[in-house]
């Protein structure tokens, strides 16, 4: 991982005055300074009155922003506690309908597809389409705090169908059309929809993936009442005759003539995403988030610290398995115009992104450092090739960015930009440190807490610490904590997973430092979870497939820090009269390939005859990661075989 010490006090770069005099995030310190008649003459004050009165900054954020809705007397009820606080308890809004804000003929959505696709969605034909689907919707029964699920491409019309859910109160949860049945039925089986959105199919790296055999074992495992086929392919038609209580889009609208969208508006915690983020056991967590905390969450990153205005292009390159599509789409609620893409961005010659960012001007340019790395690895250099003189900002998250890939952006990608690497995850479907428009850019740091987020860095004693490496932590409640994890009654698992470790201080699970320029390095996950790519992963996913394997024993999966990234390396045990061989690598792939996604197959596959176990039973990842890493493990008494801990260290198939 990064080596802090490493790091350079001389910025990449740093926003000019008049940049800084022009930001929204100025607009807004001067909104505030006159509200509140104090100074925030600089980020430090502006963050710390944030912080320090949440109440108010959340309010006025509201009122800057211009919320549809009714705020409510009450702002902050519980302020002190974690969990348990509630922003805006007396609010009636729809999230619908501040994403609907815009009318006209510019267009609120364009989508290009890897088969060279384009369409374009006018506001106009965005009303109109949610307009049938929530006549659809309605018409088919669905109510407030029903679940529609859908595994979909990014395109537009799953976003019409999330409009059209929130419209009327139902619960959206989607993932992208390259998971396994499995992982599909492990994440939409827990939370029992009423409705299963789904496709006809996909374009992936040069071919015409079809799911309709995928789609002939889901769909009668799940409760939906119907499936709906988005038409990707044009086979919507015919795939929809040979499934049960399945038609197309087409033939589900066809029966409602545009008429003006009904929003229906509710409290601020109504329940509008069920997220999945998967811990080391188990299946997947189903989080629940409200739509009040996600709207102001997304409207303050995409206004202030991505400094998005009306009318500009925003793009996030992600799938709709991944957050960063929730956070993407809300860019229509600052009247932005939303750039979905779908495929492998590198067909059919590495310059796929850049070839749309240059032909439609991009303002807002996002990826994952991974894709970074990987123009970087190519040899491109956008910069040579490629007009980019629109994009103002290009953000990077997922996983940490390293100092070569900053570099390169000012180097091979545009000189003049602001670089933001921000990070938060799933589990609050926003940022803790994010984009600061005011400040400098240093290689190999993400730039400062976002306003409204304490965050901090605290070592094992739960003190606050500075170039010292700890647990990322935030000391105060803010809109976005989910409102709770489905189908967890007591509460319990959410309390354990974020509050357990420090009482009342949310604890993220990162392993981060701040530095001696003011800004955060996150050097990797703290816990167990997998984390390739940016794309969460629990271990369980990968043992749920690779146990139905007469061959394998047993199973421990593990992320080894490699390259900048986070690489999946799984360890096992073989059945008697086994040999490891590669036709047995190749095998263990497909199996987790198909049953979970291909974002879960290990980079390395290594055998062993011993797995450690504590004395309970239970398999031990966080020990065997350590000895991976070369660290020393603190608690070998608890496991029941500690000789075992020996096989993982210093192992040669482990160095390339």
Same mark, same amino acid.
């Given at each position: ?263 229906? /508006?509710?409290?601020?915690? &109504?329940? !509008? ?7 080391? +056991? $188990?299946? %997947? ?35 709709c398995g991944w957050m960063m599509w929730n ?53 491109? /250099?956008?910069?040579?090739? &490629?007009? !980019? ?7 990077? +998250? $997922?996983? %940490? ?7 390169f952006v000012y180097d091979g990608i545009k ?66 904590m989910p409102l709770e994890f489905w189908n ?169």
């Amino acid at each position: 991982m990064l080596n802090s010490e490493s790091l350079s006090s001389t910025p990449l770069w740093s926003p000019s005055k008049e940049r800084i005099a022009d930001s929204c995030m100025r607009e807004f310190a001067d909104y505030c300074q006159q509200r509140e008649d104090q100074e925030f003459g600089d980020y430090d004050a502006l963050h710390k009155w944030s912080v320090g009165q949440p109440d108010a900054f959340w309010s006025a954020l509201w009122d800057f922003s211009g919320v549809i809705g009714v705020k409510g007397e009450r702002l902050l009820v519980d302020g002190d506690k974690m969990p348990g606080a509630h922003f805006f308890p007396d609010a009636q809004i729809s999230f619908a309908e501040n994403m609907l804000r815009n009318t006209g003929v510019e267009p609120a959505i364009i989508f290009r597809g890897e088969d060279k696709v384009r369409s374009s969605m006018s506001w106009d034909e965005l009303h109109v389409l949610v307009s049938r689907l929530q006549q659809a919707f309605v018409a088919n029964g669905i109510k407030s705090g029903d679940r529609i699920a859908a595994m979909v491409p990014n395109m537009p019309e799953a976003l019409a169908c999330m409009i059209a859910a929130n419209s009327i109160g139902a619960i959206w949860s989607s993932c992208s059309p390259d998971f396994g049945i499995q992982g599909v039925l492990d994440r939409f089986g827990q939370i029992e929809p009423v409705l299963f959105v789904a496709c006809d199919g996909y374009w992936y790296n040069g071919k015409k993936i079809d799911v309709a055999a995928k789609l002939a074992e889901i769909v009668p495992e799940l409760s939906a009442r119907k499936t709906v086929l988005l038409s990707y392919l044009g086979e919507a038609d015919e795939i929809s005759r040979s499934l049960p209580n399945t038609v197309s889009l087409d033939g589900f609208i066809e029966a409602f003539s545009p008429k003006p969208v009904i929003f229906e /508006r509710l409290p601020f915690e &109504h329940p !509008l995403y069920i997220l999945f983020s998967s811990g080391t +056991t $188990g299946v %997947p967590k189903c989080i629940v988030h409200g739509q009040g905390g996600v709207l102001l969450q997304h409207l303050k990153e995409h206004k202030l610290h991505c400094g998005i205005r009306p009318g500009e292009r925003v793009f996030y390159f992600t799938t709709c398995g991944w957050m960063m599509w929730n956070w993407l789409v809300t860019g229509l609620a600052a009247q932005a115009t939303v750039m979905l893409y779908d495929g492998s961005p590198f067909y059919p010659d590495g310059a796929a992104i850049f070839d749309y960012a240059e032909q439609e001007k991009f303002d807002f340019f996002g990826t994952s450092a991974k894709f970074i790395d990987a123009v970087r690895n190519e040899g491109r /250099r956008p910069f040579e090739t &490629h007009d !980019l003189s629109s994009v103002k900002t290009i953000a990077s +998250t $997922g996983s %940490p960015l390293s100092p070569e890939n900053f570099s390169f952006v000012y180097d091979g990608i545009k000189r003049d930009v602001h670089l933001a690497s921000v990070s938060g995850g799933t589990d609050i479907v926003a940022c803790f440190v994010a984009a600061v428009p005011w400040n400098p850019v240093y290689s190999g740091e993400i730039q400062g807490a976002a306003l409204g987020m304490s965050a901090q860095v605290w070592n094992d004693d739960a003190e606050p610490v500075h170039e010292e490496k700890g647990e990322l932590v935030c000391t105060t409640p803010f809109p976005s904590m989910p409102l709770e994890f489905w189908n967890d009654e007591d509460g319990s698992k959410y309390r354990g997973a974020y509050f357990e470790r420090f009482d009342n201080i949310w604890c993220h699970g990162d392993f981060a430092e701040w530095t001696a320029n003011g800004g955060m390095v996150i050097h990797g996950r703290s816990d167990a979870t997998l984390n390739p790519g940016g794309v969460r992963i629990g271990t369980a996913e990968i043992y749920n497939q690779v146990e139905q394997m007469p061959e394998i024993e047993e199973a421990l999966c593990i992320g080894q820090s490699w390259e900048h990234d986070t690489r999946v390396v799984l360890f096992v045990r073989l059945a008697n009269g086994v040999k490891f061989n590669e036709d047995l690598i190749l095998a263990i792939k497909m199996k987790i390939r198909t049953g979970a996604s291909p974002r879960h197959v290990p980079a390395k596959i290594v055998e062993v005859s011993d797995i450690p176990r504590t004395k309970s039973g239970k398999i031990t990842e966080l020990a065997v990661r350590d000895i991976v890493h070369g660290r020393s493990v603190k608690n070998k008494e608890a496991l029941a075989n500690p000789e075992a801990l020996d096989l993982y260290a210093d192992l040669e198939e482990l160095r390339s």
